[in-house]
């Protein structure tokens, strides 16, 4: 601990938002990072806990609290105190193969079982990691360190999402020759389409995947393995096969009038908008229009956010985004102590941003839709809606939302973007390898492993667990790499925490 007194000297800080009605006007990310010499008093409030909860990764009520990638927190939290930025890197980098996208896209289980929250404001940890990351490329440590020695083992990876991607950065190190499959025209996966801009730009992926490429790793795109790629070529051609392509088959609303025109799953929404601007600056209009229209988003998760936040930027007229439970606490409920994650209500970005546009809140809670409604086009006008409340089952003790009669609604609505989650993964790849699905339509493994029903082909990811946190698929990507490192080499020394 290179402070004692830290936590007590200095204020958590974080980078500064750029205000909601400017931040709309681009899909550039909006916050001014600290300058280094503040942050690194970040590092200073650090306590260096003799437990540290930050980096447990542990699972409580249900719920994950800490890093999932045990990352050693106090460690790189004291070198940045110190101002020791590549001793702090080569920390970060022992558990984390992705600090530059955790550092802006993660919802910060450590800082959430900081001990620090027990009296005050925890650790600014998440910005410390941007901090080292960024300060790590500038000064060259993060720079390309391709592996000295090749065993002479092949491993295809199927999915250039996290989870793909960390197989690919540590089976590499291993010395493996490795190529990773991807069905769209550009890397990243999750992280590249499923993404908005303004959490992550696009040019944080090319940047690794660059040093990833100078590394030894190959990459191909356009390659729908199961469909334009057979998957018994690649088990005929490769030594091991990791199957990554995420919990990708989006959970459908079957109402009344689905087929009205105007209806579209988030992911595709979300997809056209990134691809346009990659593509033209949004110059080709190849994306899903909601310019002067009302846009309804149903599902009130990270996704609906991105929703909301992207068809703002778009011109949306209005936009309300329906969520069927009842709205979080503003606080702990004392059911809810730390180190547990906080369930309390969280305002995003693009919660701000509507607020700050439309002068309310756009999240209506306890509401469903239950009819989509057309006009003499077929194009969507408005949707009925029913207001639901919390009972709970008397014998198994599960609380279920129940229509309330009588509160039946409508609303006008142009658009209609479903954020209502996933339902396991695009089964055509698993049905290409024959591989096994358990009861939720992810690939079947045994606990705690990786390998599948098929022999030589593992999976990883959103793909095996079920939609889930980057964290979460970067911690899958390396175990399953090092237990495909095991099956080719008879042991592993490959890290996993």
């Known amino acids: 601990m290179g402070k004692p007194t830290g936590f007590l000297d200095y204020e958590r800080k974080v980078s500064a938002a750029e205000e909601p009605k400017m931040r709309i006007g681009h899909f550039q990310e909006f916050h001014a990072h600290l300058p280094l010499e503040e942050q690194k008093l970040q590092g200073a409030r650090c306590m260096s806990c003799g437990v540290p909860f930050c980096q447990s990764g542990m699972t409580i009520g249900g719920m994950a609290s800490g890093c999932p990638l045990h990352n050693l927190i106090p460690e790189w939290n ?3 105190y110190h101002e020791n930025w590549e001793q702090a890197y080569q920390r ?9 996208f955790t550092s802006r896209v993660c919802p910060a289980l450590c800082e959430a079982a900081c001990i620090c929250n027990l009296n005050g404001d925890p650790v600014s940890t998440r910005e410390n990691e941007y901090a080292v990351i960024e300060t790590a490329y500038e000064k060259g440590y993060a720079a390309p360190h391709p592996p000295k020695v090749r065993t002479g083992k092949k491993v295809a990876i199927v999915g250039s999402g996290p989870s793909g991607l960390a197989a690919a950065d540590q089976l590499n190190k291993r010395g493996h020759e490795v190529t990773v ?9 999750l992280l590249r389409y499923g993404i908005p801009n303004m959490k992550l730009e696009k040019q944080v992926i090319d940047r690794k995947i660059q040093v ?7 990459f191909v795109t356009n390659a729908d393995v199961g469909k334009s790629h057979k998957a018994a070529a690649l088990l005929k051609e490769y030594d091991r096969v990791i199957l990554a392509c995420g919990a990708s088959n989006p959970r459908d609303l079957k109402l009344p009038g689905r087929d009205a025109k105007g209806i579209y799953f988030a992911v595709d929404f979300l997809k056209s ?32 956010n991105d929703c909301t936040g992207t068809a703002i930027r778009l011109g949306a007229k209005s936009v309300v985004q329906i969520e069927m439970m009842p709205k979080a606490p503003d606080v702990r409920a004392a059911d809810n102590p730390w180190p547990q994650w906080p369930k309390i209500c969280k305002t995003d970005y693009g919660q701000e941003e509507a607020i700050a546009l439309f002068g309310k809140d756009p999240r209506v809670y306890q509401t469903t839709v239950t009819e989509f409604v057309k006009n003499k086009n077929g194009e969507l006008c408005q949707v009925k809606t029913v207001k639901l409340e ?7 003790g599960r609380v279920n939302m129940i229509p309330v009669k009588g509160s039946e609604q409508t609303m006008d609505a142009d658009v209609v973007l479903i954020a209502a989650g996933f339902l396991g993964c695009q089964d055509y790849v698993a049905k290409a390898f024959r591989v096994n699905l358990d009861g939720r339509a992810n690939v079947a493994t045994e606990p705690g492993k990786y390998e599948t029903s098929v022999s030589k082909v593992f999976v990883a990811g959103d793909m095996r667990r079920g939609q889930s946190l980057v964290v979460w698929a970067i911690r899958e990507g390396r175990e399953a790499a090092s237990a495909v490192d095991e099956s080719l080499m008879g042991y592993t020394n490959l890290s996993v925490q």
């Open 273 to 304: 908008v990134t691809k346009s601007l990659l593509d033209s600056e949004l110059q080709d209009q190849k994306f899903i229009p909601v310019k002067g229209k009302k846009v309804l988003v149903i599902g009130g998760g990270d996704t609906g």
């Open 390 to 396: 919390p009972k709970t089952d008397e014998k198994t």
């Open 212 to 218: 990833m490429e100078e590394e030894g790793i190959h």
């Open 92 to 100: 970060l980098k022992k558990t984390n193969n992705f600090p530059e």
């Open 78 to 80: 004291d070198a940045v």
């Open 181 to 189: 499959f991807e069905r769209d025209d550009r890397i990243g996966g």
